[in-house]
């Protein structure tokens, strides 16, 4: 279960044209998944990299208990 601030999901369809509801089809199974430590956060926040659909993604969450997350920010990977 991801839930997730309608304000920054109507921020990230404007930015990435990405509505964090696409998430439910992040493939979590084959990402590479990290914790967030860039700072001291009162939450477990992590970093995931994986395939929505045949394009790379980037999403980070934070998890409130086990079977739940927050999703904070989503955007596809693009070569700079």
Known sequence: YIEFDAANNQSNIRDRALSFESVADFDFSTAA??????????????????????RLHVVLYATAHRHTGHQFSQGEYKRG
Do not use: H, Q, S, T
Not at 38 to 47: G, H
């Open 33 to 54: 998944i990290v914790r967030d430590v860039r700072r001291d956060y009162p939450e477990e926040r992590l970093v995931a990299v994986g395939f929505l659909g045949k």
